[in-house]
């Protein structure tokens, strides 16, 4: 049988450097916001492995709550097109939001999603991404917590995914081109 690890050419940031950078990040939180609560918000499905071990790391009451939204479609570039296909359940007016992103390439999505939330009257809004590809970014976007920059590759595992797959490696790698060309 084919192992997925297999279609990884390398390993840019293994379980453990992952762990490690997302408990200082959840430390930085809650450092930084002492006495506070907090909506954390995924957008899925990408960082719903790194929320989870996000908010485990912040030592704050916080509440979880999900938001689907695409610009992607089924190819490996962003489409420009930003829809949300699932939206969050909590209210976030008077409250304090932290986005947890998996990565922020383009930019395009989260702008999106920052501005739709803006419209909510929160009390802040913050973003916490997991990885951060600067050659990409078509939109200014101001990360407030930022775990690793990667390379302008197309990367897999720990939530990250090409057709739906890969999303369950332990680590972050680089998917081999032929898998996708």
Same mark, same amino acid.
């Given at each position: &049988?084919? +192992?997925?690890?297999?279609?990884?050419?390398?390993?840019?940031?293994?379980?453990?450097?992952?762990?490690?950078?997302?408990?200082? &990040?959840?430390?930085?939180?809650?450092?930084?916001?002492?006495?506070?609560? &907090?909506?954390? @918000?995924?957008?899925?499905?990408?960082?719903?492995?790194?929320?989870?071990?996000?908010?485990?790391?912040?030592?704050?009451?916080?509440? &979880?709550?999900?938001?689907?939204?695409? +610009?992607?479609?089924?190819?490996?570039?962003?489409?420009?097109?930003?829809?949300?296909?699932?939206?969050?359940?909590?209210?976030?007016?008077?409250?304090?939001?932290? @986005?947890?992103? $998996?990565?922020?390439?383009?930019?395009?999505?989260?702008?999106?999603?920052? +501005?739709?939330?803006?419209?909510?009257?929160?009390?802040? @809004?913050?973003?916490?991404?997991?990885?951060?590809?600067?050659?990409?970014?078509?939109? #200014?976007? #101001?990360?407030?917590?930022?775990?690793?920059?990667?390379? $302008?590759?197309? @990367?897999?595992?720990?939530?990250?995914?090409?057709?739906?797959?890969?999303?369950?490696?332990?680590?972050?790698?680089?998917?081999?081109?032929?898998?996708?060309?």
């Amino acid at each position: &049988m084919h +192992s997925e690890h297999e279609d990884v050419s390398r390993i840019l940031f293994s379980e453990q450097q992952i762990a490690q950078r997302v408990k200082e &990040m959840g430390a930085q939180i809650a450092s930084d916001h002492p006495d506070q609560s &907090m909506l954390v @918000i995924s957008v899925l499905r990408g960082a719903a492995i790194f929320m989870a071990d996000l908010v485990r790391a912040i030592d704050l009451p916080v509440e &979880m709550d999900y938001m689907a939204v695409s +610009s992607y479609g089924s190819g490996t570039k962003t489409s420009g097109v930003v829809q949300i296909l699932k939206d969050t359940t909590a209210s976030v007016e008077g409250r304090h939001v932290l @986005i947890a992103e $998996d990565i922020l390439d383009s930019g395009l999505t989260l702008q999106y999603l920052i +501005s739709s939330l803006q419209a909510r009257n929160p009390a802040s @809004i913050e973003v916490a991404a997991l990885l951060v590809k600067h050659a990409k970014r078509q939109a #200014d976007i #101001d990360c407030n917590y930022i775990g690793f920059a990667c390379p $302008d590759e197309f @990367i897999v595992g720990y939530g990250l995914d090409y057709a739906e797959r890969y999303r369950n490696l332990p680590y972050i790698g680089v998917l081999r081109p032929e898998i996708y060309a």
